[in-house]
Nanobody, 122 residues
Framework: QVQLVESGGGLVQAGGSLRLSCAASGDTICISAMGWYRQAPGKERELVAAITSGGSTNYADSAKGRFTISRDNAKNTLYLQMNSLKPEDTAVYYC????????????????WGQGTQVTVSS
C-alpha cells in the first residue's frame, strides 16, 4: 500500500503563488507515474498535470504556462508550483500515484491523497 499526503494549500489572492507538496510513504517502490487533479464545487474532478518516473510531463490547457509539476524521487515527493493563480483555480487539489508507466485517465491511478484546499480570492 501507498499513502499520499498533500500539503501547501491555502488562501491566496489572484495573481499569487502556491506550492503544493505530496509526500508518499509505504510501498513507494511500486510508484511510477504521478499526477495532480482538482475538483471545484459542483464540478467533476479534472487533471491538472501528470509526470512519469522519468520526468515527462503533461498539463491541462488551464495549467500550461502557469503551473509546473515536478518530483523528487529520492524524497518520494511530488510538487505542484502554481503561479499567476486565478479565482477559477479554486478547488480541492488531489495527489495521485500509479504503478503504470503512463496514465491516461483517472482510473489508471491506484492511490489518492485526501486533498488540500486551494482558494484564490479576486
Amino acid at each position: 500500500q501507498v499513502q499520499l499526503v498533500e500539503s501547501g494549500g491555502g488562501l491566496v489572492q489572484a495573481g499569487g503563488s502556491l506550492r503544493l507538496s505530496c509526500a508518499a510513504s509505504g510501498d513507494t517502490i511500486c510508484i511510477s507515474a504521478m499526477g495532480w487533479y482538482r475538483q471545484a464545487p459542483g464540478k467533476e474532478r479534472e487533471l491538472v498535470a501528470a509526470i512519469t518516473s522519468g520526468g515527462s510531463t503533461n498539463y491541462a490547457d488551464s495549467a500550461k504556462g502557469r503551473f509546473t509539476i515536478s518530483r523528487d524521487n529520492a524524497k518520494n515527493t511530488l510538487y505542484l508550483q502554481m503561479n499567476s493563480l486565478k479565482p477559477e483555480d479554486t478547488a480541492v487539489y488531489y495527489c495521485a500515484a500509479s504503478s503504470r508507466l503512463y496514465v491516461y485517465a483517472q482510473y489508471d491511478y491506484d492511490y489518492w491523497g485526501q486533498g488540500t484546499q486551494v482558494t484564490v480570492s479576486s
